[in-house]
């Protein structure tokens, strides 16, 4: 049972590049969230998936974009990597907005 | 909007010291809260919850009370070990429905032996 998983665990872009980040869960759960982790400013909202089907910017959601492929899944994607996205990334999951979430190991982005 | 305030760290104590961090929360509706623990290098854990009002959440020694009348929810712990050591989030679900739990900013523990 491995609860979230996210894929990759770490990554280097340059400028400009794009890639996608992968996140999977075998928990069943209806909502899907992705936020980043950055010093001083805890964690912060970027997309999330309320159910399948349906998805929402959240605080910072400018340079990104979400799939939420079927209920297992929800990926992150950045067309145009910013070193300002530089970040940990987390991708969580949870029953419904009103129950705790269960994350992900992260994954640390680095963008040169 | 729905904000979570937690005090700022970092918090250094010694092993078995007595720990409090400070947790408020804005008072609307009626919120479920949460405290999560992130070691180096992981991801957040669930460490305890609590559902209303009064309620107190227990996990590993930690414990919190849900207190509607000061909008608070802090976590303690009476003796702390060096693998208490860790950055703990205070959490609230959100007021308005189909959004996201809402986090403070996260405070840090160092415990030294």
């Known amino acids: 049972n491995a609860g979230v998983t996210q894929t990759p665990k770490f990554q280097v872009l340059k400028t400009g590049q794009s890639m996608t980040l992968q996140c999977a869960q075998d928990?069943?759960?209806?909502?899907m969230y992705w936020y980043r982790q950055d010093p001083g400013m805890g964690l912060r909202l970027i997309y999330y998936?309320?159910?399948?089907?349906?998805?929402d910017k959240g605080e910072v959601p400018n340079g990104y974009n979400v799939s939420r492929l079927n209920k297992r899944e929800f990926s992150l994607r950045l067309e145009s990597a910013a070193p300002s996205q530089t970040s940990v990334y987390f991708c969580?999951?949870?029953?419904?907005?009103?129950?705790?979430?269960?994350f992900g190991q992260g994954t640390r982005l680095t963008v040169v | 909007g729905d904000s979570v305030t937690q005090m700022e760290g970092p918090v250094t104590l010694s092993e078995e010291a007595f720990l409090t961090i400070n947790c408020t929360y804005t008072a609307t509706g009626y919120p479920s809260l949460f405290w999560y623990v992130q070691y180096p290098g992981e991801g957040l854990q669930l460490l305890l919850k609590?559902?209303?009002?009064?309620d107190k959440g227990s996990n590993k020694g930690f414990e919190a009370t849900y207190r509607k009348e000061t909008t608070s929810f802090h976590l303690e712990k009476g003796s702390v070990q060096v693998s208490d050591s860790a950055v703990y989030f205070c959490a609230r679900t959100p007021n308005q429905a189909g959004t996201a739990l809402i986090f403070g900013k996260g405070t840090t523990l160092s415990v030294s032996s």
């Open positions: 969580a999951t949870s029953r419904g907005v009103e129950t705790e979430a269960f």
């Open positions: 928990m069943n759960h209806n909502s």
């Open positions: 609590a559902t209303k009002a009064d």
């Open positions: 998936s309320a159910s399948e089907g349906t998805t």
